[in-house]
């Protein structure tokens, strides 16, 4: 059973940027595809990007590109997102999702999550 532990959420002001973090364990994370999600009050939870288990191929909702970078250091198992010029709008819950080996930003499609870490940015 994988179990997911994300960090590094916060209040900040527009124009900042912050790291998230998601820690992996109970699994074996090179044989993982990981992806982060987010879900605004009253809005359905919605993909922000993802990262294959070995080559580290990314995804992105092509709204962030360019934005927000996702990367993730096999060696301590833990998956990261850099969110760069935050703005108001991306205020949410940010959730840490794990599935088996292929791509999918279909929320549904992951089995594995972690319990969300709130980012608020005020403007």
């Known amino acids: 059973q994988v179990q997911l532990v994300e960090s590094g959420g916060g209040l900040v002001q527009a124009g900042v940027s912050l790291r998230l973090s998601c820690a992996a364990s109970?699994?074996?994370?090179?044989?993982?595809?990981m992806g982060w999600f987010r879900q605004a009050p009253g809005k359905e939870r919605e993909f922000v990007a993802s990262?294959?288990?070995?080559?580290?191929?990314?995804y992105y909702e092509d709204s962030l590109k360019g934005r927000f970078t996702i990367s993730r250091n096999n060696a301590k198992n833990t998956v990261y997102l850099q969110m760069n010029s935050l703005k108001p709008e991306d205020t949410a819950n940010y959730y840490c999702?794990?599935?088996?080996?292929?791509?999918?930003?279909?929320?549904?499609?992951?089995?594995?999550w972690g319990q969300g870490t709130q980012v608020t940015v005020s403007s």
């Open positions: 990262i294959s288990d070995k080559t580290m191929e990314t």
């Open positions: 109970g699994g074996t994370f090179v044989n993982l595809h």
């Open positions: 999702a794990a599935r088996p080996l292929y791509y999918s930003r279909i929320a549904s499609n992951y089995p594995y």
